[in-house]
């Protein structure tokens, strides 16, 4: 069965600041995607940054990119010049192409404090 | 943008009880799912639906729970007598496709209590 490890049940970053969150998943799978959500104190699940697991080029969006080791199996998010509006709950998802729904299957989550 | 829309936002109810959650996925969406979230803790897959049948469940989708699609654009969970452990937050999600990139857009989730 696979699995999403995240290590850090909470972690804080100043603003302006960089933070890493990681990530670790356990598959033996070859076709897969990553995915990191973002949910806010209104519980909404917003989708923040997505990696195929067949491309070796890290995915960027603004100010999110991801290092992603296949072989090491792992994930990790950067957010880049924090803001406010970051604050949130992270949570590190992994869907497997092989199998006939492509559920998500989640980490613990981290929960991101972006201090002023 | 179209999104995914879930009522009620709150259901408060007694323990025994039944309950239906309603979604309304992006309409050329085809594969739907359910997923719950137990206050602080992680979001746990239910089920996922496709062609008027379900696709795959977890272990946590026993026979209280059921899921159905009466008509082209509600996409409905049962639980028919509820625990007090079914007191989640329970997020309805679609895709367009299976395969490739098509993501999961989520709903804003529908908060269960049950007292």
């Known amino acids: 069965a696979q699995t999403v490890t995240q290590s850090q049940p909470e972690m804080s970053v100043q603003e302006a600041e960089t933070v890493t969150l990681s990530c670790t998943y356990d598959t033996s799978e070859s076709d897969y995607y990553l995915f990191w959500y973002k949910q806010p104190p209104s519980r909404q699940m917003i989708l923040v940054i997505r990696q195929e697991a067949y491309k070796q080029q890290n995915a960027t969006e603004n100010r999110f990119s991801v290092n992603f080791q296949k072989a090491a199996k792992s994930f990790s998010l950067k957010i880049s010049d924090s803001q406010l509006g970051d604050a949130a709950m992270y949570f590190c998802?992994?869907?497997?192409?092989?199998?006939?729904?492509?559920?998500?299957?989640f980490g613990e989550g981290t929960q991101l404090t972006v201090n002023p | 943008e179209p999104e995914v829309t879930q009522t009620p936002s709150h259901q408060v109810t007694q323990m025994g009880q039944e309950v239906i959650l309603r979604c309304v996925p992006i309409?050329?969406?085809?594969?739907f799912y359910w997923y719950r979230q137990i206050l602080g803790q992680k979001v746990e897959f239910l089920v996922s639906f496709y062609n008027n049948e379900i696709s795959e469940k977890s272990e946590i989708f026993d026979d209280q729970f059921s899921v159905e699609r009466p008509d082209g654009s509600n996409f409905t969970l049962k639980i028919r007598s509820t625990k007090l452990e079914d007191s989640a937050m329970y997020f309805c999600?679609?895709?367009?496709?299976?395969?490739?990139?098509?993501?999961?857009?989520f709903g804003p989730g529908t908060r269960l209590t049950v007292t």
């Open positions: 309409s050329n969406h085809l594969y």
């Open positions: 999600a679609s895709r367009e496709g299976l395969a490739g990139p098509y993501e999961q857009y």
């Open positions: 998802a992994y869907r497997c192409e092989e199998t006939s729904g492509s559920r998500l299957t």
